[in-house]
């Protein structure tokens, strides 16, 4: 007896290159669609026009949606016009990869890949003058649960998102699954034992407010002031309007002979990967995340880490053992980060016995469940 046609739509309408994290988990769950039985399963992708060329390669039906910035339109379009176009019966699934669900039938099997915390981080502060961000903390939660039908499956990427979004979505626990983000096999290279003289940081993170660029300028500031002759290197992936911003309110940076700031603006993943390998450390200071991608990636690369001493960043390190965690919200933590435990850090992989050894053995440990394994296991129960 032959498998019944299952068709999975995927909704990405909101998402392109410059979304960062999400660009990359759509980008490797289109990479692995093959480890499905194509003649049981159609994939149909809602994606903007970005995508066309990729949709095609890998046979992917592709229908082209673009809501990036677009929220009332979205928001329209989730609530009368998906139902139009997507299928009601029991073979059809729809996978979300931007929070909430648009409005369809009752035998639609939904799957919400929730992978914002702003609405779930109580303590969290936020300048008035952001709204959006504003906007989100006390609206969105209501927005992804409304969005769900009875049989919802919530995907998320860590244990802490598994028990605070399940309970204020109203999820059962036995319906929320933890969907690991992962590297690309091209980005798990062999660990580069050499760095660059001049200790150099990198953080690539588009301009949000819970980013916390701010900090590391005034980390920089105490630096300067703190080890006056240490030549240190900050490279971001800053917009060209929010550095500007930074340029002005923080001038003796930036004319700084000992502090170099290099800017790359938005940058595909190789140069991503490439940065890696050109830097000494990830400086990772974001006071909001739900998985924290570069986590994973410097970590892959056996690259020293000095991040925030906040769940996302200990759930996704773990026992990893070149790391430094500092208090986000405190600049001269950072600075000491920056001068003294990195440093540390560094004398730690020289003092390692078979430092490639060592971090192979931490790949290796770093085995978590997928977004596709799940995906699969869902569609095989259904079918069974």
Not at 154 to 162: A, P, R
Not at 334 to 351: C, L, N, S, V
Request: with cysteine; charged share 20%.
């Amino acid at each position: 007896m032959s498998k019944r046609q299952n068709t999975i739509y995927l909704y990405a309408t909101a998402i392109t290159q410059a979304a960062g994290g999400s660009h990359t988990i759509l980008v490797n769950l289109l990479n692995n669609l093959h480890q499905f039985h194509t003649d049981a399963t159609q994939f149909i992708l809602l994606a903007p026009i970005e995508y066309a060329v990729f949709a095609k390669e890998k046979n992917v039906q592709h229908i082209i949606i673009n809501h990036n910035k677009k929220w009332l339109k979205r928001l329209y379009w989730e609530r009368f016009l998906g139902k139009k176009l997507i299928k009601n019966n029991p073979n059809t699934f729809l996978l979300s990869l931007q929070n909430t669900l648009p409005n369809v039938g009752s035998e639609v099997q939904t799957i919400a890949y929730v992978h914002t915390s702003i609405c779930f981080d109580k303590d969290i502060k936020i300048p008035l003058k952001h709204w959006r961000e504003n906007l989100k903390k006390y609206f969105y939660a209501s927005a992804i649960k409304n969005s769900f039908t009875p049989n919802t499956i919530l995907l998320v990427q860590t244990k802490w998102m598994e028990a605070v979004a399940s309970s204020a979505l109203d999820i059962p626990r036995s319906r929320a699954h933890i969907a690991t983000p992962t590297v690309p096999p091209k980005s798990i290279l062999p660990v580069k034992t050499t760095r660059p003289k001049v200790a150099t940081f990198f953080y690539p993170a588009k301009f949000y407010f819970h980013k916390n660029h701010k900090a590391i300028f005034e980390a920089l500031q105490l630096l300067s002031k703190k080890r006056p002759t240490l030549k240190v290197k900050v490279v971001l992936t800053l917009d060209e309007k929010n550095l500007e911003k930074f340029k002005t309110e923080f001038p003796d940076i930036f004319t700084s002979k000992t502090i170099e700031i290099e800017n790359l603006g938005f940058i595909s993943n190789d140069l991503v990967d490439q940065t890696y390998d050109a830097s000494s450390a990830l400086l990772f200071p974001s006071i909001l995340e739900t998985f924290g991608l570069p986590l994973i990636e410097a970590r892959q690369k056996g690259l020293p880490i000095i991040c925030s001493n906040l769940s996302y960043a200990k759930e996704v390190l773990g026992n990893y053992p070149f790391v430094h965690f500092f208090d986000p919200y405190s600049p001269e933590d950072i600075a000491d980060a920056m001068i003294t435990k990195f440093p540390e850090i560094e004398q730690k992989q020289h003092e390692t016995p078979d430092l490639q050894k060592s971090i192979e053995s931490d790949r290796n440990q770093y085995r978590k469940t997928t977004l596709l394994e799940i995906l699969k296991t869902l569609i095989e129960k259904s079918d069974a």
